[in-house]
DNA sequence: ATAACATATCACAATATCATGATATGACAA
DNA sequence: TTGTCATATCATGATATTGTGATATGTTAT
């Protein structure tokens, strides 16, 4: 793993390059830490059952707490939480409606998301 | 939220339906609550920076454990332990050659997944 | 003002997840 | 067989997340 035989083997089979030459070509072609972490904050909020139920629900359409609750059978503080998580995660975002709150998902990425992950478990 | 005023109220404004109907109507058209739970086991995967990482790498080429430890300057058993999840989970595959075992992602879901929320996230 | 309702926030015990050290397995070489 | 390397598993303390009861806010109706 530490040197290799490269420099005098101009001529060895050439389909597969060395570990390190593999590890210096790929390191640099990931994104950064910040956005790693940034990216699993986001996906960490599709590892969660109601908090899917809730995107499911939307995604079919806009609904305020109180519908989210009865149809999921859910009491309002659960569904509260949850949805100030996805409102703080930008995918949820809400309009004010006299009393009521409409929820709707953020963008098209969020229903795309959970309709391939969907497809996966279910093939 | 118990019983509310419905059945005396067959006159009021129709552009929208009575929260009841709503729920009615959504409430059988989402996945049953294993598939839920399924799916969320699912996404907690991507919830993980060093998982996404690996994920990552593995999105441009099949690598070995080592490359994988290297290229992330991770230890080893930190990459074991997060590969045996990301195996149980069906969103790696490996083949053993030799000592060395070259993973894979299981099937293009996976990839797509990373990256409809890395776009997601740098927008 | 008072009540009723829809929603949000706070606090917390139960549970889950993390990275890692210690150790095991299994393959190849000497 | 003995050693070394690549990888896997186990055990654990530290940390994070869960759902929920208690409570607060804000809106509409009386």
């Known amino acids: ?5 490269l420099e005098n083997n101009e001529d060895m089979c050439e389909i597969f390059d060395s570990h390190e030459d593999v590890v210096n070509r790929i390191k640099h072609r990931i994104p950064d830490e910040a956005e790693f972490t940034e990216l699993s904050e986001f996906f960490k909020i599709f590892g969660n059952p109601t908090r899917l139920k809730i995107i499911s629900l939307l995604s079919i ?5 109180c519908d989210i609750c009865e149809a999921l059978d859910l009491n309002q503080t659960t569904v509260s939480n949850q949805l100030r ?7 949820v975002k809400y309009q ?3 009393k009521m709150a409409r929820y709707s ?3 098209l990425h ?5 309709k391939v992950g969907l497809e996966h478990i279910l093939e």
């Not at 793993?1 to 035989?5: D, G, L, P, S, V």
């Not at 998580?85 to 995918?91: E, T």
């Open 85 to 91: 998580i996805l409102r703080a995660n930008n995918i």
């Open 1 to 5: 793993m530490e040197k290799n035989n």
């Open 96 to 98: 004010k409606e006299g």
């Open 61 to 65: 359409e806009d609904l305020c707490v």
């Open 110 to 114: 969020i229903e795309m998301i959970y």
């Open 105 to 107: 998902l953020t963008d």
